[in-house]
């Protein structure tokens, strides 16, 4: 019984070691976020792609990152509106967003849904900025 419950244990660290893994060899930046909030997963490439320092991930707290990334969009209101509507969906959802440096992210959203409960949002991000117009924002002089 005991070798039994061991081999679960070790089952089940490789395959959060494998999720891990995956998660962060994805060239999209992913999310997923319960229903009060609680970051339940992200990795390394969303950090990277919305700037987020390791502090604010670490922290695990989806308002306080709705909150940082506001300033980097061109249309923040409608983005902290679609989320919130969201959350309360059972339904996916594909949009552009429109950042002010001039990139410009795909955003797929799925609801996380266990048996008949909405528990929670997988967002994953793509970027799909013209690679010269990105280039061509950043090396502007502030």
């Not at 709705?66 to 594909?94: C, G, H, I, W």
Request: proline residues 5%.
């Amino acid at each position: 019984m005991l070798a039994r419950k061991q081999q679960e244990v070790a089952n089940l660290t490789r395959n959060e070691e494998v999720l891990h893994a995956t998660l962060n060899a994805a060239a999209d930046g992913i999310l997923a976020v319960d229903t009060l909030g609680h970051v339940l997963v992200s990795n390394r490439q969303f950090a990277k792609m919305w700037h987020i320092p390791p502090d604010l991930i670490e922290a695990a707290d989806d308002n306080e990152l709705v909150k940082f990334v506001m300033d980097q969009l061109v249309s923040p209101e409608q983005f902290a509106s679609k989320v919130r509507e969201l959350y309360r969906s059972y339904n996916p959802s594909t949009d552009i967003l429109h950042f002010r440096d001039g990139r410009i992210f795909t955003r797929f959203s799925q609801p996380l849904v266990m048996g008949d409960t909405l528990c929670g949002r997988v967002w994953t991000f793509r970027d799909i900025s013209p690679h010269d117009q990105v280039k061509a924002a950043t090396d502007q002089p502030h």
